[in-house]
């Protein structure tokens, strides 16, 4: 398998600016999850789907963020209109549960400057 | 609300060198423990994942412990080579696994610089 794929893996937009990053997990896998990589903040959660249903998008920081699963090959997370502050390294990761020896596998990720 | 936290930020050391890195937490109901490399500009490799009810888990020249009542975790890797040069991250997954879906929750890392 090719791994987890994203992209873009490199976006700069300007302010106000919509951006779509786009995700293809490792197929088989039925739970995929949205990180955002920091330096003030580190890894932080956005977002996960089990077998391509939201379940927490408590870590999705304001309504101009979105993310969509429409299949179990695709996700996409939409940032609407983007901002400065918006800029990081965005992961998708996904995993198949199998009982308690489980890893998540990272996609190279897409690193997003917005001006 | 969990809290994962790495020391040091950052650490230096001539090849060759045995070091540990730490992690700390601080809510012991965690399903997993688990070590992630990342190299600049890269994804995240997972290198050992711990059960909540293991103590250590070995490969190659890492070991991970995990004592899950003091809410720590060390990574030793021996005989340190530059090719070790990487951040390290330190990753639990809360209570039962399943009711946070599995999420990982992430330490900042450890940045390691390994010179020949």
């Known amino acids: 398998d090719a791994g987890v794929i994203q992209s873009p893996r490199h976006e700069v937009t300007e302010m106000g600016q919509e951006v779509t990053l786009r995700c293809k997990p490792i197929?088989?896998?039925?739970?995929l999850f949205w990180y955002r990589q920091t330096m003030m903040r580190g890894l932080e959660l956005l977002i996960y789907?089990?077998?391509?249903?939201?379940?927490?998008d408590s870590g999705m920081p304001e309504d101009r963020f979105s993310a969509k699963m429409p299949n179990a090959s695709f996700s996409t997370l939409k940032i609407q209109p983007s901002e400065p502050r918006d800029s990081a390294v965005y992961f998708c990761?996904?995993?198949?549960?199998?009982?308690?020896?489980?890893?998540?596998?990272f996609g190279p990720g897409t690193r997003l400057l917005v001006l | 609300k969990q809290e994962v936290t790495q020391i040091p930020a950052a650490l230096s050391v001539p090849e060759g060198e045995n070091l540990v890195l730490n992690c700390s937490f601080t809510?012991?109901?965690?399903?997993?423990l688990q070590w992630f490399r990342q190299d600049p500009g890269k994804g995240l490799t997972s290198l050992l994942l711990?059960?909540?009810?293991?103590r250590e888990q070995t490969s190659g020249r890492l070991n991970a412990s995990l004592d899950k009542s003091s809410g720590r975790s060390t990574l030793y890797i021996a005989a340190s080579q530059p090719g070790d040069s990487a951040t390290y991250l330190c990753?639990?997954?809360?209570?039962?696994?399943?009711?946070?879906?599995?999420?990982?929750?992430f330490g900042k890392g450890t940045s390691l610089l390994v010179t020949p």
């Open positions: 197929s088989g896998h039925d739970y």
């Open positions: 809510d012991s109901a965690i399903y997993n």
């Open positions: 789907f089990n077998n391509n249903v939201p379940i927490d």
């Open positions: 990753a639990v997954i809360d209570g039962s696994g399943s009711d946070s879906g599995y999420a990982l929750n």
């Open positions: 711990i059960q909540s009810s293991q």
């Open positions: 990761a996904s995993h198949k549960h199998r009982g308690l020896l489980e890893t998540q596998y």
